[in-house]
Each structure stands twice: as C-alpha cells, then as structure tokens.
C-alpha cells in the first residue's frame, strides 16, 4: 500500500508527471526511427548493423542508461553524462524525461539540461541547445512535442512549450511557447 511504512522506513517518494520508457523498448524505437530518418536502403541484419555504426544511436543509448540509472537514483548515473561528452562531445544530462524515437544524427556540441521533457519521434540536429532560463524570475526547462525536428544550431531556454509537428529552424532561439 502506497503511504504506509514498512519495517520502520519511511514510504518512498512517489514521482509525478512524465516519466522515461523502458530502455530497451526505447532504444528499439529509437533505433527504426534513425534508419528512417537515414533513408537506409539495408534491410535485416544490414539495418542494424548501419544504425549500430552512428555515435548519434550511441549517444542516445548513454543518455537513456544514464537517465535510468537517474530515475533509480543511482549515481552511476553522471558516468553516462561524462562518457557521452568525452566520446561524442554531447551534453546530455540524466534527469531528462525522453520518450521513445528520438533521433541524434549528428550529436556533437548537443546539449540537453535535466527537467527537459522531450517527445516522442523527435529529430535533434548537431549544436542544438535546450536547458533553463538562468533567471531566477522564470524558472523551469523546455517541454518538447512529438514529431518536433530541432535543426542545426537551435536553442530552446527555458520554460517554453514547443508544439507537436513544430520545426524550430537552424539558429532559431526560442524564450517563449511556440
């Protein structure tokens, strides 16, 4: 029963809101939806083999074991922050709520804060940048549609909602809901 002590200890705390898939049924998704985007002309065993050979599928796969690893709270967590920045020059925070189909072709200089909540079938392009305001006047991160594609270079700060189907074009700085 959710509340009630057991043994002496105090009832664990119980997230609200959105929450990270299953890993695995994560990466599946995720891993269909980058040889979509790729146009990949291999089926079967090729398919996988093409998708396993782009840092940004393997940028993803950190991001996801770290942001598990965070909803655990195990800090193990941060060593899957660390390696995706020294491997693939991203900054993927655990803490980050991502829904299955995201696609990281090209993950270098991508910098993604905690408490950013990002949608399913989503498209991030290298350089781009979501995370918090900095003011202390408006707090809170980005929460991210489906099907949204972030193009080169595109930062989100802040408390800002970005629609389903939206593309935020190449250099675009969103500080408010789009």
């Given amino acids: 029963v959710q509340g009630v002590p057991v043994s002496g200890r105090e009832p664990a705390a119980v997230p609200s809101g959105p929450r990270n898939p299953p890993v695995l049924a994560a990466l599946r998704v995720d891993a269909r939806e980058l040889s979509a985007v790729k146009g990949s002309q291999y089926r079967g065993v090729a398919a996988v083999l093409d998708v396993l050979s782009l840092p ?3 940028a993803v796969v950190l991001w996801r074991i770290g942001n598990a690893l965070h909803d655990r709270g195990n800090p193990l967590a941060r060593l899957c922050y660390f390696a995706n920045t020294v491997l693939f020059g991203t900054e993927l925070a655990a803490g980050a709520v991502v ?5 990281m072709p090209h993950p270098v200089g991508v910098g993604v804060a905690s408490d950013v909540i990002i949608g399913a079938r989503c498209r991030i392009m290298g350089l781009v940048r979501v995370g918090g305001s900095g003011r202390p006047d408006r707090p809170g991160h980005a929460v991210i549609g489906d099907d949204v594609w972030l193009m080169d270079g595109a930062k989100v700060f802040g408390p800002v909602r970005v629609g389903d189907r939206t ?5 675009a700085l969103l500080t408010r809901d789009v």
Avoid: C, D, M, R
């Fill in 167 to 171: 593309l935020v074009s190449s250099g």
């Fill in 56 to 58: 940004g599928f393997w």
């Fill in 99 to 103: 829904a299955p189909g995201v696609v």
